[in-house]
């Protein structure tokens, strides 16, 4: 639920060989996906089928395939302030990959693809800037280990021959597997964290002059493999990240712990980016849970409903809901 389209659910659904259909008042519907010829590659568009009405439904959200990749990653452009717009990334073992530039369409109920870009290597962890929309950072494979980097999206996108991503700068400074690489959520910020199966990284970094600089390391010591996290945005000194069994909380001013969440099998954690200190968590066995970062002894609320296990929860950012 974005907040240039508060009113309905927009799902933008992205599986290998799996049809992306939509449900709303009574209507069932497929979408088409229009995106750019790139020449020597042959694309498959998506055709539009029958749609099925009982009676004067509601407009259904689209639904997006990806019908010859396998893709894992999507991110919302927020830096994007006049449209509705994503980043997808593909991971193909056999096929090159490819960074996809999804715009909605207001007003016509249809995804279109702004630019094609290719990729070097298969894409595990894609995000966006929050203050560019051309900046956005990929983890990535890279030979036998793993590799991160900032890119710059070209400003002729658009075209039928979309030009090549600009490399910005790598984050080339983790010897363990990288995981994930996080932008601080709210407006500009010169510093970029990324998070590797041991360690944190607080980098300082000057995209016009495509240079990043490590500033500090924290070490994750004795605990078990770090998987993820998320940045506070209401503290820009503050960050969780996700072991196997527990969620962690950093200063990044000293680059120690500062608090814990223990014997929690959890996958993925968002802040509430209206109201500090609050944090939800998405569980394998509670589903997901409320905490106040004040009282961590016992979650807020439990809120149950997911009859296997919760990989990712993220809150409204407009609205108090998640």
């Not at 694309?43 to 395939?65: D, I, Q, V």
């Not at 999206?153 to 994930?180: A, V, W």
């Not at 000194?237 to 527990?246: K, L, Q, R, W």
């Amino acid at each position: 639920d974005y907040p240039r389209y508060p009113h309905s659910a927009i799902s933008v659904c992205i599986s290998d060989r799996l049809a992306g259909v939509s449900e709303n008042a009574g209507r069932i519907q497929r979408h088409r996906l229009r995106r750019p010829q790139v020449p020597g590659k042959q694309h498959h568009l998506l055709e539009a089928s029958r749609a099925l009405s009982r009676s004067a439904p509601l407009p259904s959200p689209p639904h997006l395939l990806f019908p010859l990749f396998q893709a894992r990653c999507i991110t919302d452009v927020r830096a994007d302030a006049g449209s509705t717009t994503f980043l997808a990334g593909t991971l193909s073992l056999k096929e090159e990959n490819e960074v996809h530039l999804i715009r909605l369409l207001p007003g016509e109920n249809e995804l279109v693809c702004d630019g094609l870009f290719y990729h070097p290597n298969e894409i595990w962890d894609l995000k966006s800037c929050p203050f560019d929309h051309r900046l956005f950072s990929t983890v990535y494979t890279s030979g036998e280990g793993y590799g991160a980097s900032v890119w710059k999206i070209p400003e002729l996108y658009g075209q039928s021959n979309s030009p090549q991503l600009e490399q910005l700068f790598m984050l080339d400074d983790h010897t363990d597997k990288i995981r994930c690489v996080l932008w601080w959520p709210l407006g500009k910020h010169d510093k970029l964290i990324s998070i590797d199966d041991r360690n944190i990284f607080l980098w300082n970094i000057d995209p016009s002059n495509k240079s990043a600089k490590v500033i500090s390391q924290g070490s994750a010591d004795m605990l078990p493999n770090l998987r993820g996290g998320a940045w506070d945005p209401h503290n820009h000194n503050a960050v969780a990240t996700i072991t196997d069994s527990s969620l962690h909380f950093w200063d990044l001013r000293s680059m120690k712990r500062s608090n814990a969440i223990e014997h929690a099998h959890i996958r993925d954690v968002d802040y509430n980016p209206k109201k500090q200190n609050i944090i939800a968590t998405a569980e394998d066995e509670f589903g997901i849970r409320l905490w106040d970062l004040r009282m961590l002894k016992h979650p807020l609320k439990d809120l149950p409903g997911h009859s296997h296990w919760t990989w990712a929860v993220r809150h409204n950012p407009e609205y108090d809901e998640l």
